[in-house]
């Protein structure tokens, strides 16, 4: 599933992002592939997701998140 259709509070893993440039990107704000996150708020009018991951939170807009794919896991810490 894409990550801007992943359920709220849920543990979510990356699995893979599509373009290369955005993942470089992403690599850059310290979101990897394998990392776990969990959406904790989504802003309305399709507006950006903030999300929890490794400890930190980060706002992700759509166009970004529709491009993110994660799986729902059950990882041992956010």
């Given at each position: 599933?894409?990550?801007?259709?992943?359920?709220?509070?849920?543990?979510?893993r990356?699995?893979?992002?599509?373009?290369?440039?955005?993942?470089?990107?992403?690599?850059?704000?310290g979101?990897?592939?394998?990392?776990?996150?969990?959406?904790?708020?989504?802003?309305?009018?399709?507006?950006?997701?903030?999300?929890?991951?490794?400890?930190?939170?980060?706002?992700?807009?759509?166009r970004?998140?529709?491009?993110?794919?994660?799986?729902?896991?059950?990882?041992?810490s956010?």
């Amino acid at each position: 599933m894409r990550l801007s259709d992943a359920p709220f509070n849920k543990t979510v893993r990356v699995i893979g992002v599509e373009g290369g440039g955005l993942q470089s990107k992403l690599t850059r704000h310290g979101l990897f592939k394998g990392d776990c996150l969990c959406v904790i708020r989504s802003a309305p009018l399709d507006g950006p997701l903030l999300i929890e991951i490794n400890g930190r939170t980060i706002a992700l807009g759509r166009r970004v998140a529709k491009k993110v794919f994660v799986e729902e896991v059950n990882c041992e810490s956010r």
